[in-house]
């Protein structure tokens, strides 16, 4: 196992280094610092202090322990871990190490241990047979079991009890401080007595036949266990030399804290005063000045990505290997354009420049140029045929051929004219680009001539393929058909603005510009355009390789667009590509030059890519692989109420009225965690995937009970989604108000009170409506009496007089029979009024049911042999009101006369129904039917029996309906609500 640290000397010496005296801390002048992208987090940005232990587990979390307790980090966040079940036995801890079935196991520097897994801990002290004496190492042996290194010697675990191995294990007595597991699952231990090894499925430990090693033990890249030798100052090879293998030597490692050997065969060494790496290069070493988190060297760990991470007195740091080179060259030299030779060199500017496979740079200036200044800085350069090259600084032309080198002379009408650009031609010529002045050609035999329109040339380029390109103010391009130029620009697609870089390639030609690239064939331009709408903005460098790979080095990042993406745009030119970006995260800073130098990409022989940035010079090698994101997958860390979540587990249930989470999650890629983005999706609440960029905790309010879903992916460092996304479920428990029953109860509640309305507004219409038709019958007695008083009283007085005089006549005379006669029809008069003034006064309602009133009805109005009335009466026979009594008579009768006299009816049924909610009256008759305009009006004209009927209807609120047509009979319904029908 890689890693391990001598962690009792480390953290002695984390606590030394506060007295130590600034001046130990100096850097030698001549030694470089550690050209790895190095990130460092001091307390400032959570990182712990003093940390003498650092592992990793199975499912990529890095696990830190020291004075301050146990952590784990992501490569984003420091946590504090607090197991699910219970505590940490105390914070002290001095050895954490993963366990192979992606457990840890944690030492403490009081005593005891603990394993942990899937949050859950398991701990182990006195009680379990571990002595209360600080643990230093734990680990597994070749047939699993475990064992414990202490102060007070090994102790092992069997059936969940620690045992201190007995006389036969032959294992030395002593205090303890390294255990390891090699690949070959040999168990090595470390102490005061030496090193022993026991082999798996052995039963006794053997001895390492050298002289005892005191410090780590590490295992080499090639499989030789190596341990270290304080006393001596010394590197200890434990196993036998391998035949053909070359070992390094290291030489004086003086006083080390911690020691590694990475799986590049290099070494680090943690020292008081930093950091050193020791490479077939040389060494070199990084300190606080240096921007390491603090001074003494504590743990030194290689993570599964190949990671370097070291802990100090005051933070965390972190090394590891940069895509892209940065080279070391003179600051004169920074701004100059780049121009390959066939040896794998490059010129930048005045300086000659060769880089080894590690980018060590060997630099070369042309003495004559070396000299500061914009007049010696070279921002084109260009070969010609005859072996020369030509620069351009901004107002002089120079032509340099071996050692020799020269100025030349423009054109006396342009002397002083700012130069913006030079190109090789293919007959040895040069082509000149001239600010506002056009461009000109200068011949092999020194001649000078115009060779273009009179415009602003910012850029230039040919190909045998597609001849020669410029490219022009205010954002056209141009390309030489012969002696006359074919122009692009907005019309033909070419919307770049300021065109900064063009680069043919076969038949075709890629333009980049202010706004992004464009590709350009069949006499039209086509924007390129990334996945999420990346522009590529401000591309100043353009190479396509011959394997079809796109690079650009633009504005923000230098962008790699792969050649299937390359050839699916072309074919497809509203397709997106993917993309691959390069930035600080790759070693890369600064930003692409604004138009020069140019181009400010160029391919080397050698197939690197070397690139000018505002910063410096940087080289890659296109052909290296990308580092490959982790194959974790994303983990969700916690879930709970917001500013407190806890750790999820199945069937997992809130408590009721919790309305608001939060999700934590993260994806354990630790090289660049930067690059990753992250989306997520609550299945039951989104409709779609929620894009959290780089965010990793989601928010939720508002939340009702019931079962949820959450679901979240994550990119790798290429920006693609991989993976299977974590889903965690999880419900809400309902409040009472939000139950089931609860709702239930509510709905028959608010529909009993419903009916209780109703109710109450029902009587409350009866009591209205009666108290209406008692006014009515108080008035129709009203008028009664005031009849009976005056016209009846006056009538009947007359036919007394009318009498007297008539007994006065002869009997028997004509005159006495006449008004004898019409004394008797007076007092039939009087009869009928007296009649009626009884049905005014409601005297006789009620001496007949309504179905026998009717009966008597219908008699009446029959003639003879008259149709035949049938009489079907359903439901509870009751009283009715007077007026309702008296009205739907009415109504019933007007009905029964329409039907015999006019309707020629041949039969008639009548329907009576005390219902519950109402009465209901049916009259029905096969005759003739009533005509669609007199149902339309209402009644004919001049007669007055159906609007009587409506009339009737409406002074006691009932519904009255009539179904007829000419020749299919008639038929009404008369609908009383029953609170207004029946007697009380």
Not at 214 to 226: C, I, K, Q, S, Y
Not at 912 to 920: A, S, V
Not at 970 to 977: A, K, R, Y
Request: positive net charge; glycine residues 12%; hydrophobic residues 40%.
């Amino acid at each position: 196992m890689l890693g391990y640290c001598r962690a009792g000397l480390a953290c002695w010496l984390v606590l030394l280094c506060v007295a130590l005296p600034r001046g130990c801390l100096a850097l030698d002048a001549f030694t470089p610092v550690i050209d790895l992208h190095h990130t460092s987090w001091s307390t400032r940005d959570g990182a712990p202090e003093s940390i003498i232990s650092i592992t990793q587990t199975a499912d990529g979390w890095l696990w830190l322990g020291g004075a301050a307790g146990l952590f784990r980090f992501d490569g984003t966040r420091f946590e504090p871990f607090v197991p699910a079940n219970a505590a940490l036995p105390t914070k002290y801890v001095s050895i954490v190490n993963a366990a192979p079935d992606g457990g840890l196991w944690v030492g403490y520097r009081t005593g005891g241990a603990s394993y942990l897994r899937q949050g859950l801990i398991r701990n182990y002290g006195v009680r379990d047979g571990l002595p209360n004496r600080t643990v230093w190492g734990l680990e597994q042996d070749g047939t699993g079991r475990m064992w414990a290194a202490t102060v007070v010697g090994l102790y092992y675990l069997e059936r969940g009890r620690w045992h201190k191995p007995a006389s036969s294990w032959q294992l030395p007595d002593g205090a303890y401080k390294t255990l390891m597991r090699d690949r070959s699952g040999i168990l090595w231990a470390q102490g005061d007595a030496g090193v022993c090894l026991l082999k798996p499925g052995a039963e006794r430990f053997d001895r390492v036949a050298v002289e005892r090693g005191t410090g780590v033990l590490f295992e080499l890249p090639d499989g030789n266990v190596v341990s270290w030798d304080a006393i001596h100052a010394r590197l200890r090879l434990l196993t036998g030399a391998r035949p053909g293998v070359r070992y390094a030597k290291w030489g004086s490692l003086g006083d080390p804290s911690s020691l590694l050997v990475d799986r590049r065969g290099n070494m680090w060494v943690g020292l008081l005063e930093g950091l050193e790496y020791r490479t077939a290069r040389g060494i070199s070493r990084a300190m606080p000045p240096q921007g390491l988190s603090g001074r003494a060297v504590g743990a030194i760990f290689e993570d599964r990505e190949g990671n370097i991470w070291t802990s100090t007195s005051t933070g965390i740091d972190r090394f590891r290997s940069r895509r892209v080179t940065r080279l070391d060259l003179p600051a004169q030299a920074i701004g100059g354009a780049m121009l390959a030779d066939d040896r794998g060199g490059v010129w930048v500017g005045a300086y000659h420049v060769l880089a080894d496979e590690a980018g060590k740079v060997k630099v070369a200036p042309r003495r004559e140029m070396a000299g500061g200044g914009l007049k010696n800085l070279l921002t084109s350069l260009a070969h010609t045929s005859d072996g020369a090259m030509w620069g351009a600084s901004l107002w002089t032309l120079r032509r340099f051929q071996g050692s020799d080198s020269r100025p030349v002379a423009l054109p006396a009408a342009l002397e002083g004219a700012m130069i913006n650009a030079v190109l090789e031609e293919r007959d040895g010529s040069v082509l000149v680009a001239l600010d506002r002045e056009g461009l000109y050609r200068r011949t092999m035999a020194g001649q000078w001539e115009m060779a273009g329109p009179q415009v602003e040339v910012n850029v230039m380029s040919r190909s045998d393929a597609t001849g020669l390109w410029t490219g022009f103010h205010p954002g056209l391009v141009a390309q030489a058909q012969g002696r006359t130029w074919r122009t692009y620009g907005p019309a033909e697609g070419l919307t770049l603005g300021m065109v900064m870089a063009l680069h043919p390639h076969g038949r075709h030609l890629w333009a980049g510009g202010e706004r992004g690239v464009a590709f350009f064939a069949a006499d039209r331009f086509t924007r390129l355009i990334g996945i999420d709408g990346e522009t590529f903005h401000g591309v100043s460098g353009i190479v396509e390789l011959e394997n079809g790979d796109l690079w650009l080095n633009a504005f923000a990042a230098l962008f790699h667009v792969p050649a299937a993406e390359v050839r699916k745009f072309i074919a497809l030119p509203e397709y997106r590509v993917q993309y691959e970006r390069l930035d600080q995260l790759d070693g890369l800073e600064g930003s692409a030059p604004y138009l020069r130098p140019s181009p400010s990409l160029v391919s080397a022989s050698d197939g690197r890519l070397w690139i000018a940035r505002s910063t410096g010079v940087f080289r890659l090698d296109p052909a290296a692989p990308p580092p490959a994101t982790p194959g974790q997958s994303v983990t969700i860390k916690a879930l709970g109420l917001p500013g407190a979540p806890s750790l999820p587990h199945p069937h997992l249930r809130f408590a009721p009225g919790s309305s608001a989470l939060q999700i934590d999650y993260t994806r354990l890629a630790l090289a660049m965690p930067e690059r990753l983005r992250f989306r997520y999706r609550l299945e039951e609440v989104d409709d779609a995937w929620r894009d959290a960029g780089t965010r990793r905790s989601a928010y939720y309010s508002n939340l009702a009970p019931g079962d949820y879903h959450f679901s979240v992916a994550a990119t790798d460092y290429d920006g693609k989604w991989s993976g299977t996304p974590a889903t965690v479920r999880f419900s809400i428990a309902p409040k009472a108000t939000q139950t089931w029953w609860f709702r239930a109860l509510c709905g028959l509640v608010v529909l009993s009170l419903a009916v209780v309305a109703y109710r109450l507004r029902i009587a409350r219409l009866g009591r209205q409506m009666a108290a209406r038709l008692h006014e009515r019958i108080n008035e129709r007695e009203r008028i009664a009496r005031e009849l009976h008083d005056t016209l009846l009283q006056s009538v009947q007085g007359l036919v007394f007089h009318v009498h007297a005089a008539v007994l006065k006549l002869p009997a028997g005379t004509a005159a006495r029979l006449q008004i004898e006669s019409a004394l008797r029809r007076a007092d039939e008069v009087l009869s009928e009024g007296r009649s009626r003034i009884c049905e005014l006064r409601g005297e006789d309602v009620g001496k007949l049911g309504f179905g026998d009133a009717v009966l008597a009805a219908a008699a009446r109005l029959q003639q003879g042999d008259g149709c035949p009335v049938r009489l079907a009466i359903s439901g509870d026979v009751r009283q009715l009101e007077a007026l309702i009594h008296r009205e739907a008579l009415a109504i019933v009768t007007e009905a029964l006369a329409n039907a015999c006299l006019h309707a020629r009816a041949g039969a008639i049924a009548i329907e009576l129904h005390y219902g519950r909610r109402e009465f209901r009256c049916i009259l029905s008759d096969d005759g003739i039917g009533i005509s669609a305009t007199v149902l339309h009006d209402g009644g004919r004209e001049n007669h007055w029996g159906m609007r009587g009927m409506y009339e009737c209807a409406a002074r006691i609120d009932a519904r009255l309906a009539v179904r007829s047509s000419e020749g299919s009979g008639t038929t009404w319904q008369l609908d009383v609500p029953a609170a207004l029908a029946y007697a009380r």
